[in-house]
T-cell receptor, first 115, second 115 residues
Framework: GQQLNQSPQSMFIQEGEDVSMNCTSS?????WLWYKQEPGEGPVLLIA?????ELTSNGRLTAQFGITRKDSFLNISASIPSDVGIYFC???????????????FGKGTLLTVNP | GAGVSQSPRYKVAKRGQDVALRCDPI?????LFWYQQALGQGPEFLTY????????KSGLPSDRFFAERPEGSVSTLKIQRTQQEDSAVYLC?????????????FGPGTRLLVL
């Protein structure tokens, strides 16, 4: 099936630092989504991207939908302790075998923020 | 309003036991999804309902897995003769309608441990 390659697997940073993580795919995606999951909870949507080249911000978070439609990145500026969690990229794949409802997820980036 | 709820939150089963996991979607949401999340991995699609119709069950790992949504609201994921490899978090999500621009809202998940 579809696979998303998400990196880095984990990050340990100091409070106030900026963070960047990315996701790549071998096939085209129609959407790119970024979710955050905290322990014992389900994923919560942070940012949704629907057009190639789209750059969207949500507070201190900024994400971009790659021009090739095969990649996306998420930046977090001025990190704070409550940013701790696992960040997942996800998307709906296009082309043969794709769907407009089935989400494919990356393996996640574990973010730890040291106060 | 209330989000997606799931019960039980935790389930310990002996190998070979049958289990039933319940999902209460957000009221009025047409689409309902089940995902399986293994430890250290992103969620993986299991099945999709539009109202009471199961339109895609391509992600169900084996015929021991069965899902239903008889009245187009509450859904149950049943696993028969559980095996140790079934241990995972089972996430339910719902969306207002189908389509890739519809946000999927996730429940907190049911953590299943098969001994």
């Amino acid at each position: 099936g579809q696979q998303l390659n998400q990196s880095p697997q984990s990050m340990f940073i100091q409070e106030g630092e900026d963070v960047s993580m990315n996701c790549t795919s071998s096939s085209i995606f129609n959407t790119w989504l970024w979710y955050k999951q905290e322990p014992g909870e389900g994923p919560v949507l942070l940012i949704a991207l629907y057009k190639a080249g789209e750059l969207t911000s949500n507070g201190r978070l900024t994400a971009q939908f790659g021009i090739t439609r095969k990649d996306s990145f998420l930046n977090i500026s001025a990190s704070i302790p409550s940013d701790v969690g696992i960040y997942f990229c996800a998307g709906h794949s296009g082309g043969s075998g794709g769907s407009n409802y089935k989400l494919t997820f990356g393996k996640g980036t574990l973010l730890t923020v040291n106060p | 309003g209330a989000g997606v709820s799931q019960s039980p939150r935790y389930k310990v089963a002996k190998r070979g036991q049958d289990v039933a996991l319940r999902c209460d979607p957000i009221s009025g949401h047409v689409s309902l999804f089940w995902y399986q999340q293994a430890l250290g991995q992103g969620p993986e699609f299991l099945t999709y309902f539009q109202n009471e119709a199961q339109l895609d069950k391509s992600g169900l790992p084996s015929d021991r897995f069965f899902a239903e949504r008889p009245e187009g609201s509450v859904s149950t994921l049943k696993i028969q003769r559980t095996q140790q490899e079934d241990s995972a978090v089972y996430l339910c999500a719902s969306s207002l309608a189908s389509g890739f621009q519809e946000t999927q809202y996730f429940g907190p998940g049911t953590r299943l441990l098969v001994l």
